[in-house]
């Protein structure tokens, strides 16, 4: 199966939801919605980890079953396989791109579809696919990334061991954050910004609004569906807000909540720049790219 191929392993959204969708907003809004009312359908499994024997069986990079009814849909999988579902399914041009990237500069990553790190680094170069858009002027539809420690290297394209970064679907309007209501520790931005966002996480996130973070994390759960029994990692797919800060419009800190005295605003690590771009950034799908 080659890791460039979502479109083909995906031959029909009818064939997991009851109606194809126009847009990956629309296509994560239909599954995220369901699991609010069943959060024990969605489990986080890292590519390489706890998903490796679903992945090994099948080559998706989500599963994504069942029905709209009580028993469906199901989700197993980690950020960037998530963001590379939604996208190869509506997308497939652009996931295609990003896919051929990997398998030119990373043959030997241990994942088969485009971890984070990789859609960060294919953004930061400028990758045709993708235009980068301010973090205040991000829109339903566009993608967040950072990458992480050596995995945002500006001098090297091998990959380390470790968090690689992170990847989520942005779903609403940012909002402009109040300094003075920051409870987490460690900001060092004079700006920072609230994104409502839809991903794959093991990570509480700030809940507010029309996108409230309903998923389990108190233990980890199986998935009978999909046909794995061992436990994975708690969470899932859902709805949440993260925060993203910086100075000067340079964005190099996240925070999962923000409103949260136990949650702490993390510093993009490593070489934060790539071609003088931050670590963190916002990529809005080329409108009409053709590959």
């Not at 197993?76 to 579902?85: L, N, Q």
């Not at 960060?120 to 990758?127: E, K, L």
């Not at 931005?189 to 996480?201: F, Q, R």
Request: proline share 10%.
């Amino acid at each position: 199966m080659s890791a460039s191929q979502p479109a083909q392993i995906f031959p029909s959204l009818a064939d997991y939801l009851p109606a194809a969708a126009t847009s990956m907003t629309a296509l994560a809004a239909q599954i995220a919605d369901a699991l609010k009312a069943a959060p024990q359908n969605t489990v986080y499994s890292y590519c390489t980890q706890g998903g490796a024997p679903y992945v090994a069986a099948t080559g998706r990079p989500a599963w994504v079953g069942g029905n709209m009814g009580p028993a469906g849909p199901y989700t197993r999988t980690d950020c960037s396989g998530w963001v590379s579902y939604l996208l190869g399914m509506v997308l497939p041009q652009a996931y295609e791109a990003v896919a051929g990237f990997r398998a030119q500069h990373f043959p030997t990553d241990p994942c088969p579809w485009p971890r984070a790190y990789i859609y960060y680094r294919y953004g930061a170069v400028g990758g045709p696919a993708f235009q980068q858009v301010a973090i205040g002027d991000l829109q339903p539809g566009d993608i967040v990334a950072y990458a992480l420690g050596g995995y945002a290297s500006a001098t090297s394209f091998q990959p380390e061991k470790g968090d690689t970064g992170h990847i989520m679907l942005v779903v609403g309007t940012p909002v402009r954050m109040d300094l003075s209501k920051n409870r987490a520790a460690g900001l060092t931005g004079s700006e920072a910004w609230l994104v409502p966002v839809c991903d794959s996480s093991s990570v509480p996130h700030l809940s507010m609004g029309d996108f409230t973070d309903s998923r389990d994390y108190e233990a980890a759960t199986e998935c009978p569906p999909c046909g794995i029994t061992n436990p994975d990692h708690p969470g899932g797919v859902g709805y949440g807000w993260l925060g993203i800060a910086g100075s000067n419009g340079v964005f190099d800190q996240f925070c999962f909540d923000p409103g949260s005295p136990h949650f702490n605003w993390n510093t993009v690590t490593g070489d934060t720049t790539r071609n003088n771009q931050p670590a963190l950034i916002g990529l809005r799908p080329t409108p009409g790219f053709a590959g």
